[in-house]
C-alpha cells in the first residue's frame, strides 16, 4: 500500500513500455484492473496488457449525458472517469461475508470471505486516488483510534496489498470540479506511481518504496527539460479548463444553516430517488446485508452489498422511515457529501469526481445547488427557488 510520501526524481517511461509495466505487475502476482472501452462506456476492469487499455478515445460528460467518442490515437488517456471506480474492487457491490450449514441444532462454518485479491490499479485518476484516502478514514485503515466495530478488515487488507499507479488528469471532463476540491488534476501523494502522459510517454513520479523498485525494472530514462515543462503546461491547462466549480469557502457553515432552505423542495421536484448518485460515488459506504437460504441443502449465505441512502427503506425504523421524503433524502445526501462528513472524518466526503452530475438522469448538479443556496442566503440577496 501506498504511503502519503512523496520521494525521488522524476524519469520518462517510453510509451511502449506501458506493455513491460503490466507485465512486471502480472509476473509479481498482481491482478491489474485498468480503463477498458466496455461498449459505449469507459468501466475499470482487469487488463492483461497494454492492449486492454482505452486508447484513443476521449468523453463528452454533461449532466444526465456519457459519451465516448474517437480521441487522439497516439493517446491512451483522454478520457476522464468512467461509471465505476476503485472502490468497486476495495468495496465491493456485492461480498460474500460468510456460507454455513445447519447440522443437528447448530450452524456450521463452511466458508467465510472470499480471499482478497492483490490488485494493482493502473491509470486510475487523481480524485479516485483521494476518494480511496477518505475511505480509508471511513473504514478506519490507518486510525489507530478507530473503534474495532468500525474497522474494515477486508476493505483493509485489499488495501494494504495494493500498488497504486495514478495518471495525472490533462484533459476534465464537463462535470470535473476536482481543483475545487483540492483533489487533482494533479495527484499531491499517496500513490506508488505517478505519470503524466504526452504523445511519447509518460513523466513518471515514484511516491514508495514499491515505485521506485518497480521503477528499476523498467527502461526509464532522464527527462528533457522540454517533457517536464509540457507536463506542467498541461497540468496547468487543466486546472484552467475544469467543467464545474464548487466554492467551498464556508460550504460547512453555509449547509448547516440552510436546513429548512426552499431550495431542496425545488430539487426534490426534479430528483427521482433512484440512488444512481450514490451508486458511482467513489466514497458512500453505506451497505446493507442479505442472506441467502437454500433450502435443498440446509445452507445459508451471507451477502453484504450497497445501499443507497435515496433508498425510501433505507432509514426505516419500527415507526416507519426517518426520511420519508425525496426533499428529506437528497438533502441528506448532499449534506452529508459537503457538510457533515467533516463532523464524521474530518474531510469532505466529496472529490469533484463529477460522476453524480453525469449519470443523474435528470441531470441534478450539486456544484448548482450549492451555488443557489449560496446566492440564496447571501445578504441582501433575493430568493432563488430554481
Known amino acids: 500500500?501506498?504511503?502519503?510520501?512523496?520521494?525521488?526524481?522524476?524519469?520518462?517511461?517510453?510509451?511502449?513500455?506501458?506493455?513491460?509495466?503490466?507485465?512486471?505487475?502480472?509476473?509479481?502476482?498482481?491482478t491489474v484492473i485498468g480503463p477498458r472501452r466496455e461498449g459505449a462506456v469507459l468501466l475499470l476492469g482487469e487488463v492483461g496488457s497494454a492492449e486492454d487499455l482505452a486508447r484513443g478515445v476521449r468523453d463528452e460528460q454533461e449532466g444526465g449525458r456519457y459519451r465516448l467518442g474517437p480521441g487522439d490515437p497516439d493517446l491512451g488517456f483522454e478520457c476522464a472517469v468512467?461509471?465505476?471506480?476503485?472502490?468497486?474492487?476495495?468495496f465491493p457491490a456485492m461480498?460474500?461475508?460468510?456460507?454455513?450449514?445447519?447440522?443437528?441444532e447448530r450452524f456450521m462454518l463452511d466458508a467465510g470471505p472470499a480471499q482478497v485479491s492483490?490488485?494493482?490499479?493502473?491509470?486510475?485518476?487523481?480524485?479516485?486516488?483521494?476518494?480511496?484516502?477518505?475511505?480509508?478514514r471511513a473504514f478506519g485503515v490507518g486510525e489507530s483510534g478507530t473503534p474495532r466495530c468500525a474497522a474494515e478488515d477486508l476493505y483493509g487488507e485489499a488495501r494494504r496489498r495494493a500498488l497504486l499507479v495514478v495518471v495525472n488528469c490533462t484533459r476534465p471532463a464537463g462535470t470535473c470540479f476536482c481543483a475545487s476540491m483540492g483533489t487533482g488534476p494533479a495527484a499531491s501523494g499517496g500513490y506508488d506511481l505517478c505519470l503524466t502522459e504526452l504523445r511519447a510517454g509518460f513523466v513518471v513520479?515514484?511516491?514508495?518504496?514499491?515505485?521506485?523498485?518497480?521503477?528499476?525494472?523498467?527502461?526509464?530514462?532522464?527527462?528533457?527539460?522540454?517533457?517536464?515543462?509540457?507536463?506542467?503546461?498541461?497540468?496547468?491547462?487543466?486546472?484552467?479548463?475544469?467543467?464545474?466549480?464548487?466554492?467551498?469557502?464556508?460550504?460547512?457553515?453555509?449547509?448547516?444553516?440552510?436546513?429548512?432552505?426552499?431550495?431542496?423542495d425545488e430539487v426534490a421536484?426534479?430528483?427521482?430517488?433512484?440512488?444512481?448518485?450514490?451508486?458511482?460515488?467513489?466514497?458512500?459506504?453505506?451497505?446493507?446485508?442479505?442472506?441467502?437460504?437454500?433450502?435443498?441443502?440446509?445452507?445459508?449465505?451471507?451477502?453484504r452489498q450497497w445501499e443507497s441512502c435515496h433508498s425510501h427503506q433505507f432509514s426505516y425504523t419500527t415507526a416507519g422511515p426517518v426520511r420519508s421524503t425525496v426533499r428529506g433524502r437528497y438533502r441528506h445526501w448532499m449534506r452529508h457529501k459537503l457538510c457533515t462528513w467533516f463532523d464524521q472524518f474530518g474531510c469532505s466526503g466529496c472529490v469533484g469526481c463529477g460522476r453524480c452530475i453525469t449519470w443523474c438522469p435528470a441531470g441534478i448538479d450539486l456544484t448548482?445547488?450549492?451555488?443557489?443556496?449560496?446566492?440564496a442566503m447571501a445578504p441582501g440577496a433575493v430568493e432563488v427557488t430554481s
Open 82 to 90: 468512467g461509471m465505476n471506480s476503485p472502490k468497486s474492487f476495495f
Open 95 to 104: 461480498q460474500r461475508m460468510y456460507r454455513c450449514h445447519v447440522e443437528g
Open 205 to 264: 513520479e515514484a511516491g514508495s518504496e514499491a515505485g521506485r523498485s518497480l521503477l528499476g525494472r523498467l527502461p526509464v530514462r532522464e527527462p528533457s527539460s522540454a517533457e517536464l515543462e509540457l507536463a506542467e503546461i498541461k497540468l496547468e491547462n487543466a486546472r484552467e479548463h475544469m467543467g464545474r466549480r464548487l466554492e467551498v469557502a464556508g460550504l460547512k457553515e453555509l449547509l448547516d444553516g440552510a436546513v429548512e432552505h426552499p431550495q431542496w
Open 368 to 375: 448548482a445547488e450549492a451555488a443557489r443556496i449560496r446566492q
Open 269 to 303: 421536484k426534479r430528483c427521482l430517488s433512484c440512488g444512481n448518485c450514490t451508486m458511482v460515488c467513489p466514497t458512500c459506504f453505506c451497505s446493507t446485508v442479505m442472506d441467502q437460504t437454500e433450502l435443498g441443502s440446509a445452507t445459508v449465505t451471507r451477502w
Open 1 to 30: 500500500m501506498a504511503t502519503d510520501e512523496v520521494g525521488g526524481g522524476r524519469s520518462f517511461l517510453p510509451r511502449g513500455a506501458l506493455g513491460e509495466l503490466i507485465g512486471v505487475l502480472r509476473a509479481d502476482g498482481y
Open 118 to 136: 492483490k490488485l494493482a490499479m493502473v491509470g486510475i485518476r487523481p480524485c479516485d486516488l483521494a476518494a480511496l484516502r477518505v475511505q480509508d
